[in-house]
């Protein structure tokens, strides 16, 4: 397995090079992969496991999912069954539902995990916070995790990489096996994590910077150009849109030295000053939202939302809210004059 210097920290990196599908299809020639739950994920996945050649079915219940995995293919009574046949005919379980109803009805799926049997997930959630979730496997089966570091949308576009862990090695074959389905879901490069290194980076981070953080500082920014008399072309231009359309897959190609090289000397010597304010701005913040995960907090307030009757109409109504905002609504402005 390669060792990648990461800026000075060592860590081990398997790429197709080292684990082909070829490797990926002979680890699991003996299993039926049951995917549960047909949701962004469980559709990227079985999709990408399906045509790499694997054993695959799906369980889901009954409604649009289900709709959606009958319309891609999968044929009910063949490849696509209720939750718990799904559960009985597979070998390894992927629980792929939502975070929330992972823990609803794993009352009603434990009893299918039995000796030699494998329980995969796509993220630490479950078992990390199992004092909340209450899932907690049996001690005779193998429990890994292989999770895609992206939405499932582009899982089956053109793979992402991923983590895996292990959290049950009952076989010895735990490893093999997390890594063979991490390939096997299109995978671009694997990274070896923990179960809690994994949520608690993960949650950190779509709170953070991915998504949460980048917003409030958006919010911030446009608000504060607003109050100072600039057009809501003129604010959303300066915080978004150039951010995202322009600077972001600059970032991406070429690293943040290259972008502060290649900016105006006005621009460089301002926003390398400016770095250090923001960044000294919002580190309590960042500590404080560590803290908040780490101590489960942030999960009881996930599996609270997400498990109240109209979670789905406050949802809605929260985001309306948000593109109904002068900020969005300018944005949506903006991206139509990109196509006159
Ligand atoms: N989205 C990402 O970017 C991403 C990335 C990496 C890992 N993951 C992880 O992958 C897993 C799946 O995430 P996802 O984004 O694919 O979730 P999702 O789209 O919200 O999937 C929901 C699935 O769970 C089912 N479900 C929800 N509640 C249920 C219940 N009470 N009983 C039975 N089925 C229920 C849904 O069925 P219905 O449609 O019938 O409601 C649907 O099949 C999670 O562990 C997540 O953390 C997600």
Redesign the pocket.
Known sequence: MPKINFGGTIERVITRKEFPLKKARQVLKNETIAII??????QAQSLNLKDNGFNVIVG??K????GKAKKDGWAPAKNLFS?KKACQKGTIICY???????K??WGKIKKYLTKGKTLS???G??IVYQDQTEVIPPEDIDVIMA??????ILVREKGVGASYAIYQDVTGKAKQKALALCMGINSTCIYETTFKKEVYGDLTGERGVLVGAMAGLMEAQYNELRKRGHTPSEAFNETVEEATRNLIPLIDKNGMEWMFANCSTTAQRGALDWRHEFRKAVEPVFKRLYDSVESGHETKIVLKANSSPNYRSKLAKELKELGDSEMWKAGKAVRQLRYL
């Open positions: 739950g047909y949701g962004v994920q469980g889901q219940r409604g649009k999912s289900w939750i792929t539902l939502s975070d929330a109803g992972q609803k009805i997930f796509a993220h959630f479950s999770a895609p570091k992206g939405p499932g």
